[in-house]
């Protein structure tokens, strides 16, 4: 009877069709049972995993609580409030579990609370996937692309530099690397700095002139352009560090180097100058990685200002809301580059490697291959995979990747001063701090 049931529905498993029919006669198919944090520091990042287990022996989900600068306080959130408040509720229900869990603070959005969010939200859509027996891309309506395209990072501290290691990616098989010149708004790049010589600030707080950065920028792309040619995709990540106007003038003299994207010239403190960015040039830009609350992206897709949306999963709050962004976007055009570093954790990754693998209007995914040691893998089994500039899922029923929980404790979450949980001040010569 299960099994015709199953047919009727078109569910995936008998399995799945007798805990729906008990659920339709009013009784809770299936329970939360337990909802654990699991933090751990394999590497050089504190990840957070939240790790939601279900009444049905051995079924339970991962996701991702990630958030690097504030690890301690997503762990609090969740030990304190989120699991208690998902303990005995239904696990299938991943909507009404993310609609009013998110509302369960009343005060809302953030990445603290979007952090925990996600991690539930991710366990619940692994759970589900793993009830129907599909690598979780199946339920989200299958693959669009054989496997998801990716970009790597070249720098360098010359353009010399950044030329040679945007050679060895090439070979290695990329089509798309993102280029800097002494890693993000080139610190190194000014003069030695007067803050540090009249004693303000700490010596360890770093330093940029806006000018030297920019044209350095503008010299490392004529001569990348010069060295491989009009053909490879080439990306910069401007950090949202310099003032708004020289931004706008940057982005302007970068269009004749036909970038792939520029990334983050503005801070969202200062994003009405999208407008006016827009209306000099056609530079493709990609914007979202500090976003977490929807105000900040609706009119930023609607109006058509930006090209790329780049929120990562852990910070708006999961699967779920990143599904509407891709949605949202898709129907004005914006294509998809979701935030994608090394000090991410690997579920992350592969959620959002699931719904790029899905969505008709995927633009490209950041690449961590060189940031993941032997180690991670190995907490982290199931890891998805790098093979000449693309990004390969495991096709294991749910996410596809799990966490080694004795491995795991092995390397424990660091706390002040091993792990800093914040980002050290960048000054300008007079010591004026300027955006990270
Ligand atoms: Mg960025």
């Known amino acids: 009877m299960a099994a015709a049931a199953a047919g009727m529905l078109g569910l995936q498993s008998e399995a799945l069709a007798q805990t729906y029919s008990k659920a339709t006669r009013g009784m809770p198919a299936l329970k939360i049972t337990n909802v654990k944090v699991i933090a751990t520091c394999p590497q050089s990042g504190n990840y957070v995993v939240l790790k939601v287990e279900t009444s049905e022996p051995g079924l339970y989900g991962v996701g991702s609580a990630t958030l690097t600068t504030r690890g301690a306080a997503v762990i609090t959130s969740i030990t304190e409030f989120l699991a208690p408040f998902a303990l005995g ?26 952090g925990a969010l996600c991690g539930l939200d991710e366990a619940l859509w692994d759970i589900k996937a793993k009830r129907a027996k599909v690598p979780l891309y199946e339920l989200l309506g299958g693959k669009s692309r054989f496997a998801i395209t990716t970009y790597c990072h070249a720098d360098g501290k010359t353009v010399e530099e950044t030329s040679e290691n945007v050679s060895k990616f090439v070979e290695a098989g990329w089509k798309h690397v993102r280029i800097q010149l002494g890693g993000y708004g080139s610190p190194m790049l000014g003069q030695t700095p007067d803050f540090r010589a009249a004693g303000f600030g700490l010596p360890s707080d770093g330093y940029q002139d806006n000018q030297p950065y920019v044209k350095g920028t503008l010299k490392l792309f004529e001569h990348i352009r010069k060295v491989h040619g009009d053909d490879l995709e080439l990306l910069h990540d401007m950090h949202e560090r310099i003032e708004p106007i020289e931004a706008v003038n940057l982005v302007k003299a970068l269009q004749q180097y036909r970038l792939f994207w520029a990334e983050d010239p503005l801070s969202p403190e200062q994003m009405g100058y999208f407008k006016m960015m827009r209306e000099q040039c056609s530079t493709p830009i990609a914007m979202g990685e500090l976003f977490s609350h929807p105000m900040e992206w609706i009119s930023l897709i609607s109006d058509r200002l930006i090209d790329f949306i780049r929120v990562g999963f852990n910070h708006v709050g999961g699967i779920t809301p990143g599904l509407k962004i891709a949605r949202l976007a898709e129907a004005f055009g914006v294509r998809t580059g979701w935030h994608g570093p090394g000090n991410i954790d690997p579920i992350n990754h592969a959620a959002q490697g699931h719904v790029d693998l899905t969505i008709p209007n995927f633009g490209i995914q950041e690449d961590v291959d060189l940031a993941w040691g032997k180690v991670i893998q190995e907490v982290f089994p199931g890891c998805p995979q790098m093979k000449k500039g693309y990004m390969y899922l495991n096709e294991a029923p749910g996410i596809g990747v799990d966490i080694d929980e004795k491995l795991a404790a092995k390397y424990p979450f660091k706390a002040f001063p091993e792990g800093t949980g914040f980002r050290f001040p960048i000054r300008k010569a007079d010591g004026t701090q300027i955006r990270p």
Do not use: C
């Not at 509720?89 to 979007?114: H, K």
């Open 89 to 114: 509720r239904d696990p299938a229900n991943i909507e009404d579990l993310w609609q009013t869990a998110y509302v369960s603070s009343y005060w809302r959005n953030g990445p603290v609370l979007n």
